[in-house]
């Protein structure tokens, strides 16, 4: 302001220079706001992606909902991704490839189990 007072800078300059920096402002809080994957199967509030989990926002009123992006590292599948994250909220069934012990790939569906909170293996 002391600026435009004292006439170095134009009015018209400044608020050229407001508006970019809200501009700016308003762009990088558009780049860090998260979209819900999905609806959570039991409290229908969303499930947001976080760096090692998909967790249900309604988690602090008791929700228990997550998918560890882990969960199946222990039978081969190193990571969950955001897309059968999402399938598996939905009750859809994902396929995943494993190998056997001789070494052979196979494929096998797996679902979300809503009241255990686990990703399991479908009967088939």
């Not at 435009?4 to 407001?18: A, D, P, R």
């Not at 308003?26 to 409290?43: S, T």
């Not at 988690?59 to 190193?78: D, F, P, R, V, Y």
Request: with cysteine.
């Amino acid at each position: 302001m002391v600026e435009i007072n004292n006439g170095t800078l134009s009015e018209g300059i400044f608020y050229k220079e407001v508006e970019g920096s809200v501009t700016i402002a308003v762009r990088e809080m558009q780049e860090n706001v998260k979209e819900p994957i999905a609806r959570c199967p039991k409290c229908q509030k969303p499930v947001y992606e976080t760096d090692k989990a998909y967790v249900c926002s309604g988690h602090k009123a008791g929700c228990s909902i997550t998918i560890w992006k882990n969960a199946l590292e222990t039978i081969g599948k190193s990571k969950i991704i955001s897309y059968e994250a999402r399938r598996l909220l939905l009750g859809k069934t994902i396929k995943v490839t494993l190998t056997s012990r001789k070494g052979n790939p196979f494929k096998v569906d797996m679902i979300f189990n809503v009241e255990k909170n686990r990703i399991e293996f479908t009967s088939q």
